[in-house]
């Protein structure tokens, strides 16, 4: 008689039908992992957020660092810095030995979790084009 039982059970479960036991289950186990992709999630939303602040500051280091070395003075350079950064950022420029130094460093936007927590940073270094001072 215990065959016929387990014969039924397995046709039961092959069919949809589900024992009251089991009712319920996939409820309590959506709530145990929806925390784990809510983390996941905001992870992969800071990482994103990271990589976009310090790809900005690496292209306005760049560009910066471009234009103070074709003579650009000082406010253009920050203002083409802080275009391509955003206005958060920081920038410093220096000319030492016929090279000029661009540091762009900027917090890293983590919308409601916080601002600050992490900051991007780029420096760029070009020599100063022939002819200019």
Do not use: F, H, K, Y
Request: proline letters at 5%; a positive charge.
């Amino acid at each position: 008689m215990a065959t016929v039982g387990s014969r039924t059970g397995r046709r039961a479960r092959r069919a949809g039908v589900t024992s009251p036991r089991e009712r319920g289950s996939a409820t309590a186990e959506l709530a145990v992992a929806l925390p784990a992709v809510v983390l996941v999630l905001v992870v992969v939303l800071v990482v994103g957020s990271a990589a976009l602040a310090q790809l900005r500051c690496g292209d306005a280091a760049r560009a910066a660092a471009r234009a103070a070395a074709l003579g650009e003075d000082a406010a253009a350079v920050q203002a083409i810095a802080l275009e391509l950064a955003g206005e958060t950022a920081e920038v410093t420029a220096s000319t030492a030995g016929g090279w000029v130094r661009v540091v762009v460093s900027r917090p890293v936007s983590l919308g409601w979790l916080g601002a600050g927590a992490l900051t991007a940073r780029a420096e760029a270094t070009v020599p100063v084009e022939p002819g200019e001072p």
